[in-house]
């Protein structure tokens, strides 16, 4: 059921900034909040973006999310290495009824 | 401190169940929904069911629609996953979550539990 496209892998060096796209549709989207999940090795997923772009508590203002129409993006700025791991994007979709999960970008800090 | 603590993992054959279950301390349980999300050993985040704070409404994806049955003792501050005709493909970790919203079952999930694994294989 995952409709949420992500690429599969990003990468970048220590100081850039890097970003993860997530396409959906008028069903999900566009039309409920996208939410970002950051995943480190070994560990269960955290919470880092909801309501499309605002930051749960403790995230730091290097990580932002946006939403234009069935598209969002996770950026990160001044990359880092503890940065390294697998980032989901999620919605619901209102036509199916279900939670959406895109299927992961595993970003690489080089 | 919210705390979710999964129990109940353990290996099962073809067409078997197992029951999961996730104690929930640390918020006041019952405005909450709860929702299981499973990660296949290498794979991605899949989300399995959610559960709203009463209980009343229930969502499935539809890879376990009419097989896995989502609950909740809100009395025990327990979220449960019976889990019946299991399936190979159901290998995976399962994780309990809490909504990060009360009384909003779509929205995202902001804490997560450390995960149970469950094992289908003959």
């Known amino acids: 059921q995952s409709v949420l496209t992500q690429p599969a892998s990003a990468s970048g060096t220590p100081g850039q900034r890097v970003t993860i796209s997530c396409s959906g549709s008028s069903s999900n989207i566009e039309r409920d909040s996208v939410y970002w999940y950051q995943q480190l090795p070994g560990t269960a997923p955290k919470l880092l973006i909801y309501?499309?772009?605002r930051r749960t508590s403790g995230v730091p203002d290097r990580f932002s999310g946006s939403k234009s129409g069935t598209s969002a993006s996770l950026t990160i700025s001044g990359l880092q290495s503890e940065d390294e791991g697998d980032y989901y994007c999620a919605a619901w979709d209102d036509s199916l009824n279900v939670r959406l999960f895109g299927g992961g970008t595993k970003l690489t800090v080089l | 401190e919210v705390q979710l603590l999964e129990s109940g993992e353990g290996v099962a054959q073809p067409g078997g169940s197992l029951r999961l279950s996730c104690a929930a301390s640390?918020?006041?349980?019952?405005?909450?929904?709860m929702s299981w999300v499973r990660q296949a050993p290498g794979k991605g985040l899949e989300w399995v069911s959610t559960?709203?704070?009463?209980?009343?409404?229930?969502y499935y994806a539809d890879s376990v629609q009419g097989r896995f049955t989502i609950s909740r003792d809100n009395s025990k501050n327990t979220l449960f996953l019976l889990m019946n005709s299991l399936r190979t493909e159901d290998t995976a970790v399962h994780y309990c979550?809490?909504?990060?919203?009360?009384?909003?079952?779509?929205?995202?999930?902001?804490?997560w539990g450390r995960g149970a694994l469950v094992t289908v294989s003959s």
């Open positions: 979550a809490k909504a990060h919203r009360a009384w909003l079952p779509k929205g995202g999930l902001d804490y």
């Open positions: 309501g499309d772009d």
């Open positions: 640390g918020f006041t349980f019952n405005d909450y929904a």
């Open positions: 559960i709203d704070g009463s209980g009343a409404s229930t």
